[in-house]
Each structure stands twice: as C-alpha cells, then as structure tokens.
C-alpha cells in the first residue's frame, strides 16, 4: 500500500488514506473503461466491413479509408489537443473528449452512405486523438512513482483488449440484428461511461489527490509553462528523447506482427478468414498481458534502483527480438507458434518502463503533452509505418521473410534504450538544477 493508513476507531467508517486510496483506483477504473471504449469505437468498424461492402458496394480502398482516416485524425491532432488539456482541465477534456467519440460513433450507426460514415468516423478520431496521453497523465498524477511502469502498461493494454472486444463484440452483434446496431451498441457504451465519469470524478477532487511524494495533497499543480518552455521541458535531455524512440521501435514490431498475423495464419497454416483473425486475436490479447505483466515486474526489480526501469527495457527488446527471429525461422506448427507467442508477449512489454521514465524526465504540469508526445512518436515511428513497410518487404520477399526482418528493429530499439541508460543520472541531476533554479526565481 502506497498511503500511510491510521487503524480506524470503533465506528469509523474508513480513514482520509484508505478513502484516497480508494478513490485512485476508482478514478483508474473509469479512465481504464473509456480506453477500452475507445478502442472498442475505433476497431469495431473491422467487424463489419464485409457487411459494409455488400450494403454499399463499397471498394477495398474506400473501406481501408473508413479505418485510416482515425488514425490520421489521432496523428494529427494527438499533441496540440494534450497540451490544451494540460491548460483547459484534464478531467474536463476527457469527458469532452468521451462524449464526441461516442456521439461519432452513434453518427457511424445512422449513416446514410459512405461521405457520412468517412465524416462520422474523422470525429471518432478528433474524440479520441488525445485521450490515451491525457487520461494516463491523470492516473499518474494521483499514484506514487513505484507504480508508474504498471500502471503504463496497464493503461496501454487497454488498447489491446478495447480492440479485441470491439471487434469480436461487434460482429457477434452485426451477425444478429446488423451492422448499425454494432456501431450503437458501442456508443452506448462510451456514453454510459462518459456519464459515469462525470458524476465521479472531478478537477478538485483529482487536484486534492494529487501525489506529492509522502502523501496526497490538495495543492494545485504548477501553473501552465509558456510553449517555449513547454518544448523545453518535451525535449530537454537526451534519456527522454532516447524513451520516445525506443518505445515507438518496440511498438513498430508489435503493429507490424499483430498486423499482419492474420494473413501468415492464413498463407501459411491454412485457417479460414475467420479461424485465422480468431488466432490473431488471441496473439494480440498476450501483447497486451504482456504489457501489463512486464510493467508490474518492471516496478518490482526498479523499487530500489529506478535506473533498472531502463535495464528492463533492454532486457524486453533484445528478449523479443531473439524469440521473433527464432521463431519466424522455426517449421510451421506448435513450436513455432509458441515461440511467437512469447516473443509478442515481450514485444511491447517496453512500454511500461519507457512511460514511467517519460513521466520521470517530464514536469508533472505537462505530463499530457509528455505522454501526447509519446503517443504522437509511438504512431508515427512504430504503428503507422510497421504494418506498411511489412507489407513493401513481403511484396519483394514474401510475407515470412519479412516478418524474419522485421524483428531486427528491436536492436535499434535496444540501442536507445542502452544510450537513455547512460545519460540518465547525468540528466536526472540536470533537470534538479533546473527546477531548484526556477524555484528561486
């Protein structure tokens, strides 16, 4: 337990620390619920493109459109839209941003022909472009540092498992009352959390449960930095610039594989469409106890030294990459995907320790930009190109030789995080004589 707790007198009901306390994790519950509605809202439109295309007539591109123009909307607008939230209210954005995804969505359900759908689902991703680096910046703020790794990469496997739900949900829903009904079914579930959330959880109440250090405190945070000195603060030593990096390089292995695991279960073991999006599923619900369970361990060996968040990130990189290539390299059959399997557990087990050392290396008052940064280099550099730079090598080599290259970004993934390690005390110290400097100003 984080919060010094005062054993409780004859009658009381519970004690400041224990109520704080649990208030926390209320607070993570409902932020961790949005995540996976916001998955769920962007990934159930994969459910239903066959139904899409028979209805509408629609081509392959036009339905690829439907699905790429979120994620261009996340990649545009993710760091402008976190560094409002770091001004406007953090907890306010995120109700905000609830409401317009799940108002999208329900625009997605009620869509007349395909310029509908592709203008309902560009506000999906204008709803749920900063949510991911906002909402974990509000979860961190009310915990200790001792558990920043586990709670990153259990915030991040939210988008693993929102995926899995919103497809495998939304095309059992699809199957029985059609597709419009998927589309509703999942904004009815973001907005009963957006309902939820607001009722709950609250500026002040997150202000006065702020962690301090030794205790929450109810002391505002910083006021917001000029944008000169935001940038300064995004950017300021090489260990931050080195987590970004190395985090987005993990995750590059990890879109590109999940990507395009479908189609390897496919080409080269034979299941159906459908048996093989089953499989991938499954691969893709072990990245994300991957993440969790790396950041947990993460926290737990780096509790006295927290230089060993960096030694764990090297430890997860170079892992993934000697099981991928190994694995890819294997015979088709249960070795095989064994070894796959434990290698994509690893893959994105990084994320953890690199959003703990961000949070680490970033002011607490722009901990939303911090984590928008992170989020806008982790697309950028890693999910976005990993499926299409697969994709340009298989068409010259073929699938399985590109998926037995793809694993070797793990080494320049290891290489930042190996250079972040050593700068890292050195721009710890920097960063102390910076805050003492602005303090006596």
């Known amino acids: ?42 990934q159930v439109l994969n459910a239903v493109f066959p139904l899409l295309k028979a209805a509408w007539g629609l081509s392959d591109t036009r339905l690829g459109s439907l699905s790429s123009v979120v994620a261009l909307m996340v990649g545009i607008l993710t760091f402008p839209l976190s560094v409002f939230a770091d001004r406007w209210g953090r907890v306010r954005s995120v109700v905000l941003m609830g409401a317009l995804w799940s108002l999208a969505t329900l625009g997605c359900a009620i869509s007349r022909n395909y310029g509908d759908m592709l203008l309902a689902r560009a506000f999906v991703g204008v709803g749920e472009a900063a949510y991911g680096s906002v909402g974990l910046a509000i979860v961190l703020s009310i915990f200790p540092p001792s558990l920043r790794a586990t709670l990153t990469g259990a915030f991040m496997a939210g988008g693993a498992f929102g995926s899995v739900f919103g497809m495998s949900l939304g095309g059992i829903v699809a199957v029985h009352i059609g597709w419009r009904w998927s589309f509703g079914a999942m904004a009815a579930f973001g907005f009963m959390l957006v309902v939820a959330y607001r009722l709950t959880v609250t500026e002040k109440r997150v202000g006065a449960s702020r962690w301090t250090g030794e205790h929450h405190a109810s002391a505002k ?8 000195v935001l940038l300064k603060g995004l950017f300021s030593t ?6 970004y990096v190395g985090s987005a ?4 292995i990890m879109g590109a594989v999940l990507a395009w695991m479908p189609s390897f279960l496919n080409r080269y073991y034979g299941l159906a469409p459908d048996k093989a999006g089953v499989g991938a599923a499954v691969f893709l619900m072990l990245g994300g106890a991957g993440m969790i369970v790396c950041g947990i361990v993460t926290d737990r060996v780096s509790r006295v030294l927290p230089i060993r968040k960096w030694v764990s990130a090297i430890v997860y990189s170079l892992s993934s990459f000697v099981l991928l290539i190994v694995g890819f390299h294997l015979n088709a059959g249960p070795a095989q995907l064994l070894v796959i399997a434990a290698g994509i557990f690893l893959v994105a087990g990084t994320s953890g320790p690199a959003g703990a050392m961000v949070a680490r290396l970033t002011p607490e008052a722009i901990h939303a930009s911090a984590f928008g940064t992170l989020t806008l280099v982790n697309n950028l550099l890693g999910l976005a190109p990993g499926p299409l730079v697969t994709g340009m090598i298989a068409d010259r080599i073929g699938l399985l030789g590109a998926l037995q290259v793809i694993p070797f970004t793990a080494l320049a993934a290891t290489l930042a995080f190996v250079v972040g390690k050593r700068h890292y005390q050195a721009d710890l110290q920097r960063l102390a004589t910076l805050e003492k400097a602005a303090v006596s100003h």
């Not at 945070?221 to 000169?228: C, H, L, R, T, Y």
């Open 221 to 228: 945070p910083a006021a917001s930095p000029s944008f000169s």
């Open 238 to 243: 090489v260990s931050v610039i080195c987590a």
């Open 249 to 252: 390089l993990q995750l590059f």
């Open 1 to 42: 337990m984080y919060l010094r707790c005062v054993k409780p007198e004859s009658g009381d009901v519970a004690t400041p620390a224990a109520a704080s306390r649990t208030y926390a994790w209320i607070v993570f519950a409902l932020t961790f619920g949005l995540l996976l509605s916001d998955y769920m809202s962007r």
